[in-house]
């Protein structure tokens, strides 16, 4: 018996070993050296310094700007999102012909076949001088700016995202008991109240799981507001790239990350905790 215990403790180890080597070397290594990077000093050539001090945490604030612009537009973005996203699931997932279901999940899916930056620039065709606006200005509305605007980024969001948060809410959607919406309906229920007692509720988890992980994404994205914000619209993810590549003040640009890590996790428990006390189920996995 406790030879076939210790065969199946050395199995599980092997079966593990490279997996955890992996998250070791890629994640919590990386980790632990910008978390020693945050309390170090900039080098006078730029790069670190050995150093013990909380100086770059208590300079965070000189980025204001890009963490108002990161929690602002990444929460909008992420609301916008599952604004357009639930529709769309829930007519894939209960009204859509069978026959033709996996067709229209196909579609949502297929914008992944392209590169993020070839769509990004195909956007930034649409949205600049001879793109929408060429087309206001030919009816009459003159001097309409598009490209370089908060708007414009939130645009870009809504479509490199829009098909994370559509899957994890179809999937939830799908699973959902057709018995109960019969069942709501016997019992007099008007169909708003159907869908905000059972079917919202009960697709709480995949709209949580949707939600947060388009937020965490958004907080550390930097391509669309470089590409449709033009430099105007500053991110947190162009902070670090400004100060990891541009200025190499990296004890900055890592206390500013290990920030950012820190805001991911808190999100990560808020979305948690609130589909748990929306739905009633004592747990939900968001990932």
Known sequence: MRSNILRHNFL???????????????????FVAIAVFSVGERAPEGGYQAAFTFAQYANLPARATAFWNTMVLAPAGALACLLVAYPVAYYLALRAPERWRLIL????????WTSLLMRTYAWMYVLGGRGIPALLTYVGFEDIRLINTPG???LGIVYGYLPLMILPIYVSLERLDRRLLE?????GAT??????????RLSLPGVMTGFSLVMILLLGEYLIPTLLGGGKV??????????FLQ????PFGSAIAITLVLVSV???????????????ARRVDLI
């Open 234 to 243: 500053f991110f947190i993810g162009n902070a670090l790239v400004d100060l």
């Open 12 to 30: 599980t180890a092997l079966l593990l070993g490279p997996a955890t080597a992996w998250l070791v070397v890629f994640l919590v290594l990386p």
């Open 247 to 250: 200025s190499r003040n990296w």
């Open 266 to 280: 808190v999100v990560l428990l808020a979305a948690s905790r609130i589909s748990t006390r929306l739905s009633g």
């Open 152 to 154: 414009a980024v939130l």
């Open 183 to 187: 069942a709501s309906a016997d019992l």
């Open 105 to 112: 999940l196909a579609l949502v899916v297929i914008p992944f």
């Open 191 to 200: 169909p708003i109240s159907t869908f905000l007692g059972v079917t919202l």
